[in-house]
């Protein structure tokens, strides 16, 4: 048992368990201040106010010509329009296979 005691030093543990609780509260602290941080920078508000300084930026930049540009004039293709372009891929790699050998 003696011998137990003097290889345990519980002293020594102590300081060191002391110390050890001291760094996780310091950690749990920090961590808690980076968490409220970020969940303030997470508001819609600062999105928007971003949104509206790059367009006021870009709007500069293009001499306001950005504001008179069309907007596109063509659309996304369907699901349906998709499909029946499958087969024509399809017909268009087999050929392409053919003209390879």
């Known amino acids: 048992m003696g011998y137990v005691n003097n290889l345990v030093r519980l002293p020594e543990i102590s300081a060191q368990m002391q110390e050890m609780s001291r760094e996780m509260m310091k950690a749990g602290i920090i961590d808690d201040m980076l968490q409220d941080t970020m969940e303030s920078l997470d508001d819609d508000e ?11 930026v870009l709007f500069q930049i293009t001499d306001g010509l950005l504001g008179e540009a069309p907007l596109a004039a063509g659309k996304l293709p369907t699901e349906a329009e998709e499909e029946e372009a499958e087969p024509e891929l399809d017909d268009m790699q087999r050929r392409l296979e053919l003209l390879k050998s």
Not at 46 to 56: F, Q, R
């Open 46 to 56: 600062i999105e928007e106010e971003a949104e509206e300084e790059v367009n006021k």
